[in-house]
């Protein structure tokens, strides 16, 4: 049982753009909103530099990035009617243009002041051209005609191929890179390993480690409740609970003092609220809603075969010194893909990470889960640690209460976020 509290690029990166600005409708920007700081080491996020606490991570809120199986909702506004001076990342959602933000920032380890004056103080140029800004710009250009010329189109060459978490590509090899032993250098897209398990005795294993199929169909909803903690916000905490029905309703919801963070899935359509979204509600599109989807199903695992198509068993791995299975599911230029890490011992989910595609290169969020507890016959974890390309989470559960009747109103449209 995954009880996903989603978490992406988007909710990050818009609470980046616009804490200076408060709940109001957003100053109109510029496409090049990188999302981290002043060069950092690889692997954090500076708060004080980026801004303040919203900065620093926004637990729990929707899920992918870019264009997916899902397509994008009719009447969802698109990046340059919500922003001003966007030039070639123009026409694609606000979800996917705020995503693709997250992968600018992934890529170069640059934070919105790299290249917009004053981002993070309440004096932020988001419209203006600076320098950084204009390179991004026929970088992104440079990709794209890289890949038609001699991939197809394909997404091949992407902003991490050459930068890999820095401003300036290395050009030159290392004596450690020669030397050293090398990396496994697992890609996002996995290819069946000849000779490995098939991937439905992975998945059978799983279910039965949670309880077994027959149980796990008497669990239809749950409400849990606990507290999150952001990368950078040292002890505070915030509350947050998760709302889930099945199949695929999920509605994840995060209280702080300058409003609510919610992520609501109906089994179709999916929205965004935060204190700092471009808009008062966000409707999740492509890739966005592609994560909303996988983290509604993933929340009652018994249909986890369904969740995935074009199952495929990789390479085993390890996780904290424990042997994993990997298993990856999803197919590669279209809908969600994801693999995921079974411990070989116990069958438990170790790991999830969702690939989802941008302009610029797919975007990943990863789940880490631990501390199975049972209840109503099912084995639940916990706490989780969720990271993606802008920030990470810790969530700690301290109660769940399964087979509740749960609202209908809490999987429809929400309301814009208030103090």
Not at 145 to 152: E, K, V, W
Not at 213 to 224: E, G, K, P
Request: glycine share 10%; aromatic share 8%.
């Amino acid at each position: 049982m995954i009880l996903v509290a989603a978490g992406t690029t988007v909710v990050w990166l818009i609470g980046a753009a616009w804490a200076t600005s408060g709940p109001q409708r957003a100053p109109r920007s510029s496409i090049d909103d990188f999302s981290r700081s002043n060069a950092q080491p690889w692997g954090g996020v500076d708060s004080s530099v980026c801004g303040n606490e919203a900065f620093a991570g926004a637990a729990g809120q929707a899920a992918g990035q870019a264009a997916g199986q899902a397509g994008q909702a009719q009447g969802a506004p698109l990046s340059d009617d919500v922003f001003e001076n966007v030039t070639v990342l123009a026409g694609i959602p606000v979800d996917e243009f705020m995503g693709t933000m997250g992968a600018f920032s992934a890529a170069l380890n640059l934070c919105c002041s790299a290249c917009h004056p004053g981002a993070g103080t309440g004096d932020a140029d988001w419209v203006v051209d600076t320098p950084r800004k204009q390179t991004a710009r026929r970088m992104v250009l440079m990709m794209s005609a890289i890949n038609r010329a001699n991939f197809g189109g394909r997404q091949v060459v992407t902003c991490w191929t050459c930068h890999r978490g820095g401003e300036l590509p290395a050009t030159t090899a290392t004596m450690a890179d020669i030397y050293s032993e090398p990396g496994l250098g697992v890609g996002d897209v996995l290819v069946q390993v000849p000779g490995a398990p098939p991937a439905d005795e992975i998945l059978d294993k799983y279910i039965e480690a949670l309880g077994g199929a027959a149980q796990l169909a008497t669990l239809t909803s749950f409400i849990a409740r606990g507290t999150s903690v952001a990368f950078g916000a040292g002890d505070e905490s915030r509350e947050i609970e998760v709302f889930a029905q099945a199949p695929g309703q999920r509605t994840t919801i995060m209280r702080s003092v300058e409003g609510d963070y919610a992520t609501t899935y109906d089994g179709r359509a999916g929205w965004l609220v935060t204190p700092y979204t471009p808009l008062p509600v966000m409707t999740l599109t492509g890739g966005e809603l592609d994560g909303a989807r996988v983290d509604a199903e993933m929340a009652f695992p018994g249909q986890v075969k369904e969740v995935f198509s074009d199952w495929r068993v990789s390479f085993p791995d390890f996780i904290d010194n424990r042997l994993v299975r990997v298993v990856q599911g999803g197919a590669a230029d279209e809908g969600a893909l994801a693999t995921l890490y079974f411990d070989d011992e116990t069958g438990l989910l170790t790991r999830m990470v969702r690939y989802a595609p941008s302009p610029v290169g797919r975007v990943p969020t990863q789940y880490d889960y631990a501390d199975y507890r049972e209840v109503a016959g099912v084995m639940m974890p916990f706490s989780w640690t969720m990271s993606w390309v802008s920030g990470q989470d810790v969530v700690e559960l301290s109660e769940v209460q399964p087979n509740v009747p749960i609202d209908a109103a809490r999987f429809a449209r929400p309301a814009p976020s208030a103090p």
